[in-house]
């Protein structure tokens, strides 16, 4: 069965950085795109940037020139490079991929918390 687990997360200063990465485990045939949803209390969750397999990127206008997506396809990772956070970065994130396996589809993690204090 195919799981995404995130690491990375927690509390950081405005102005500081923070590293997400988020794991594809089980038997995968390949990974198409991959990316980064965020979801704050009382909105809508909200894609943050996303990768094809490729390496072209694609960033919500929020974080670019400040957030940098990358991914490992060796390691089935994709990564969040978030710098100078603002307070308003804070949401809990969601990595997704579009995996190719047994059970072909997209698949979300179980959320990592990212919380920037001002």
């Known amino acids: 069965q195919v799981q995404l687990v995130e690491s990375g997360g927690g509390l950081v200063q405005a102005g500081g950085s923070l590293r997400l990465s988020c794991r594809a485990t089980?038997?995968?045939?390949?990974?198409?795109?991959m990316g980064w949803y965020r979801q704050a209390p009382g909105k809508q969750r909200e894609l943050v940037a996303s990768i094809t397999s490729g390496g072209v990127t694609n960033y919500a206008d929020s974080v670019k020139d400040r957030f940098t997506i990358s991914r490992d396809n060796n390691k089935n990772t994709v990564y969040l490079q978030m710098n100078n956070l603002k307070p308003e970065d804070t949401a809990v994130y969601y990595c997704?991929?579009?995996?190719?396996?047994?059970?072909?589809?997209?698949?979300w993690g179980q959320g990592i918390q990212v919380t920037v204090s001002s």
């Open positions: 089980g038997i995968i045939h390949r990974i198409n795109d």
């Open positions: 997704n991929a579009y995996v190719i396996s047994s059970v072909t589809g997209v698949y």
